[in-house]
């Protein structure tokens, strides 16, 4: 085997790791929950928003970060951050240890992610290049297709096995790496605003805070306003710093652009709606059904495979109907799926006729949304900001994801009743909601199918001394 296609092999398992622990963890949670007796589901469901606020938070600066010190050195060292934080969270006594650890975890994969692309890029030449970057995108749908087996698997044996796995796969591949990967820097870039990075994950953090804890503190306590209102402070210094500070954590200029902010909002809504789905869905089948967790996980296979089916045919499709016609249509059908179970899911299993279909109907649509986000997302900036871009609309991903989490326990943790089903269907009813919301984020990108036109070079006349 070629080098070039040995540096795919390294840096793809990196990120399959990384992407893995999205879909797999949350089948740990109602384990977690049984092991550590006495625990709140909103305790618990800080091992899922560590991890997705520590990432939002440090992609940006730690992609900068890479340009500046090697991506060679970052990528070695998020490796090993991201393993000694599985190790961790393998071993954790308590819950809060397991938060601790997970804090580790999104580090390490927030300095790997940026550095692997960039690592990836340098080994193939132009013209193989969009290959290779298809490849490594298409770990990210390989992971969402092997996420619930594999997660039903291993949480069958304990959950800890979630995490500990990322080890031994983890320590071939930093071997690897450490053999294969050279050297790359870009000491043009400016110093990363990691003080900008702790005040966005402290102000996420107050947001998640306030929304999971408002059932029992109560919606109009002191508690809840204080969080709230502090995050809402922390909203303004953090966009003034962004106004201000030479390399921000996001770049203002970009947000002008109106087609890629749109594509932004519409993915933190769309990923919003998302996170609850993936993890209602879990709570749903082994809570309400009573599903152990490898039936649970191979029940909600179909989803994530329809997704990684669609999801190489978007490219192809966008370029035909328009990346804003193709979300549209992607964040509707998830929305679809969302009014189904509402209507459909009772206390009764009915997995067939009542779970399935929108299992599929939701999964065609996450397969055509993602690209579509992501495409237009690029396509509305100039070719050197690609890469910030991309780390923004990761970021806004994973706020999305925090958001999700945090609504639907405060939704599930607001409706306690005898009838389970009720609760549930607040938590659909959030999925409907925010893929509506992201319906019209997204007819607002506009038309991004064609790049914009290049200003033509004005020849001037020649002088009149040198004219035949």
């Given at each position: 085997m070629e080098r070039r296609w040995k540096v795919l092999v390294v840096v793809s398992v990196a990120v399959l790791m990384a992407s893995l622990d999205l879909f797999i963890v949350n089948f740990a949670f109602p384990s977690i929950r049984r092991e550590f007796s006495g625990t709140s589901a909103a305790e618990v469901s800080w091992v899922l928003n560590a991890y997705a606020i520590v990432y939002a938070a440090l992609l940006v600066p730690a992609g900068r970060l890479a340009d500046l010190a090697g991506r060679r050195r970052a990528f070695l060292v998020g490796m090993l951050l991201f393993l000694v934080g599985s190790a961790l969270c393998g071993a954790a006594p308590s819950v809060p240890a397991l938060i601790g650890a997970r804090v580790i975890q999104a580090a390490g994969a927030a300095l790997l992610t940026p550095a692997a692309l960039a690592l990836l890029l340098v080994e193939f030449p132009p013209r193989e290049r969009a290959l290779a970057i298809g490849i490594y995108a298409g770990v990210g749908a390989a992971a969402a297709a092997a996420g619930p087996p594999l997660g039903g698997v291993l949480v069958q044996g304990s959950w800890r096995l979630v995490f500990l796995v990322n080890v031994p796969v983890g320590l071939a591949a930093l071997g690897f790496a450490m053999y294969m990967l050279r050297e790359s820097?870009?000491?043009?870039?400016?110093?990363?605003?990691?003080?900008?990075?702790?005040?966005?994950?402290?102000?996420?953090?107050?947001?998640?805070?306030?929304?999971?804890?408002?059932?029992?503190?109560?919606?109009?306590?002191?508690?809840?306003?204080?969080?709230?209102?502090a995050a809402a402070v922390g909203v303004g210094v953090f966009w003034v710093r962004c106004l201000r500070h030479p390399s921000p954590v996001?770049?203002?200029?970009?947000?002008?652009?109106?087609?890629?902010?749109?594509?932004?909002?519409?993915?933190?809504?769309?990923?919003a709606g998302f996170a609850a789905m993936l993890l209602g869905n879990v709570l749903f089948l082994t809570g309400v059904w009573k599903y152990p967790a490898l039936k649970a996980g191979l029940s909600l296979w179909p989803g994530p495979l329809m997704a990684a089916t669609f999801a190489p045919l978007a490219g192809r499709l966008a370029g035909r109907f328009g990346q804003r016609n193709l979300a549209v249509l992607g964040i509707g059908l998830f929305a679809l799926a969302g009014v189904w179970w509402r209507w459909r899911l009772g206390a009764t299993p009915d997995y067939l006729a009542a779970f399935l279909p929108a299992q599929i109907v939701g999964g065609v649509g996450v397969g055509l949304t993602l690209p579509s986000l992501t495409s237009a997302a690029a396509a509305s900036l100039a070719a050197p900001r690609f890469a910030t871009g991309s780390a923004v609309l990761n970021m806004a991903r994973q706020i999305g994801f925090v958001l999700g989490v945090a609504i639907l326990v405060a939704v599930l943790g607001t409706l306690r009743t005898a009838d389970p089903i009720r609760a549930f269907d607040g938590g659909w009813l959030f999925m409907v909601i925010a893929a509506g919301l992201g319906v019209l984020a997204a007819l607002a990108i506009g038309d991004v199918r064609r790049p914009a036109p290049v200003e033509p070079v004005r020849s001037e006349p020649a002088p009149a001394e040198a004219r035949p």
């Open positions: 820097r870009d000491p043009a870039v400016g110093r990363p605003d990691l003080l900008g990075a702790a005040l966005l994950a402290v102000t996420i953090g107050l947001i998640s805070l306030g929304l999971v804890q408002a059932p029992d503190w109560g919606w109009g306590s002191v508690s809840t306003l204080s969080a709230l209102g996001v770049d203002p200029s970009m947000l002008r652009v109106r087609s890629f902010a749109m594509a932004t909002g519409a993915q933190v809504l769309f990923s």
